[in-house]
């Protein structure tokens, strides 16, 4: 999850599910680093944890956030999508939503996610979308550089300006990979490279 700056509003919900860390065994010092939060904040939300816990039942939308019904699923969705994240590969909500619903059915659950549960889930961990820019992370600026020393000006000094011509708008890229793509906040959101076929 992503750190938060202090003096940031949390909602009731993410303040339960915290609350609800700490009453599972695990250390506010553990937390408080993690979250970015003071201790001292820590210790007034569990002093007021009850009036939380009320918030949250209030209405039903909010009793759906505090308590996911697909658990199991949230941590194993969020694992893949670093995983994939870190291959370089473009994942867009369409995809995260298949891929959910093949855990599910993998986990022996006959019920499958909305969009709605996926736009949730994002905003529970802090993911957002943005559009795909470049192939930076595919290039080898030294092979380029070399390329172009070595083939593409011996190559072009065989041809007069009149016969060079650039047609790259042309053609159906079956295998090319979304350009928009779920992030992590803060993180650079650019593509590998792109196939050609």
């Not at 053609?171 to 990979?177: A, E, R, W």
């Amino acid at each position: 999850m992503a750190s938060r700056k202090q003096g940031k509003a949390w909602k009731p919900f993410e303040k339960l599910k915290i609350i609800e860390q700490i009453e599972a065994g695990q250390k506010p010092s553990a937390i408080s680093k993690r979250e970015n939060l003071r201790r001292s904040t820590l210790s007034m939300w569990i002093k007021q944890k009850e009036r939380t816990r009320s918030l949250c039942d209030q209405s039903s939308s909010r009793l759906r956030d505090c308590s996911t019904s697909h658990d199991d699923l949230d941590g194993v969705l969020l694992t893949w999508l670093r995983q994939m994240r870190g291959k370089g590969v473009p994942i867009n909500g369409l995809i995260l939503l298949e891929k959910a619903n093949k855990f599910l059915q993998a986990l022996g659950k006959d019920t499958i996610v909305s969009r709605g549960w996926i736009d949730r889930w994002k905003k529970r961990h802090y993911i957002g979308g943005q559009r795909v820019v470049g192939e930076s992370a595919a290039v080898n600026v030294g092979e380029v550089e070399k390329w172009k020393e070595e083939v593409l000006t011996p190559l072009l000094q065989t041809y007069t300006y009149d016969d060079i011509f650039n047609m790259d708008k042309t053609g159906l890229f079956y295998k090319l990979m979304v350009d928009k793509a779920l992030h992590f906040k803060g993180e650079k959101c650019s593509g590998g490279k792109l196939s050609k076929e």
